[in-house]
C-alpha cells in the first residue's frame, strides 16, 4: 500500500481548515465512524461538525482548572453549537499528564507516563494529543476499541495533526494502535 502524508511547514492554527479536508477524505475512503478531536474551545470541533456530518464527533476539551480557576475553556456558544450538531463533549484529566504533573511538580520527578507523553512529542505535539485524547475519549465510553478512529489534535490554538488509530483505555494503553498519520507538521 502507499500512502501519502501531508507535513505542514508550520504548526498551528493556520492548518486547522486542511487538516478537516483531508480528514473527510480519509474518513470517506476508510468508511470510519468516530473522529476524536482535540478543541479547548470548541471552535475546531463546530469547524469539523460543520464540514462532517456523517461521523460521530467527540469534542475534547481541558479539564475544569487547567488554566486556573474551575470553568472549562469551552465556549457556551460552541457548546450549544456542538450540541445543535449532536457532537459529544467530554472533558477529563489528560490522560498523559493527570496526576502524574502533579506529583512531578511537587517532587520536582519525571513519571513513566510523561516520559510516553515527551517521546510521542518527538513525532509532534499533536501526535500526542491525538493519543491522549483518544485515551480519555475511549475511558469516558465514547468511541469505541475495537475498530480504527481517527483522532486530531494540534499545537496550541487550532489543529494540525490527524492519525488513523484503533484507541485503548489508560489500563490497556500499549494496546493503541496508529495506523496512518494522515497530516503533521514537520518537526
Known sequence: ME??????ENPGIENTDKVIELVKTRKEELNINYIVIASASGSSGVKLAQMIDDAQIVNVTHHAGFRGGDDLEITEENSKELEKKDVKMYAASHALSGVGRGISNKFKGVTPVEVIA???????????V?????????DGGLIPTDSEIIAIGGTGKGVDTAVVLTAAHQGNFFDLKIHEIIAMPRP
Open 130 to 138: 491525538c493519543v491522549e485524547i483518544s485515551i480519555m475519549a475511549a
Open 118 to 128: 515527551q517521546t510521542l512529542r518527538m513525532f509532534s505535539q499533536g501526535v500526542k
Open 3 to 8: 500512502k501519502n502524508i501531508h507535513y505542514f
